[in-house]
């Protein structure tokens, strides 16, 4: 029997979309469900995971949430700044 392909290796959903790849919107999926606060254990259940570190990678995690958090400190540090002097 030949072997089973591997993710990176399956055909391009044919829509119109040659580049695309249900793996990739498998990861899609993932991270829009961390981007609306979904628990890991739902990602996981949803992704169709066994184990919650493979869900993690698929849910990475958005430069924008990235981006909120870095400027939620800075509003934080700037205050505590201000309560000080």
Known sequence: MPPRPTPNKTKPVTAGFA???IHDLKHRL????RAAGVPLETR?????HRNSDITS???VTEF???LEAVNRA???KSAALG???
Do not use: K, N, W
Request: aromatic share 8%; net charge positive; charged share 40%.
């Open 19 to 21: 580049d695309l790849r």
């Open 83 to 85: 309560r000080q002097r």
């Open 30 to 33: 993932g991270r829009r469900l």
């Open 44 to 48: 996981r259940v949803l992704l169709g």
């Open 64 to 66: 924008e949430e990235l």
């Open 57 to 59: 990678h698929y849910s």
């Open 74 to 76: 800075g509003m934080f």
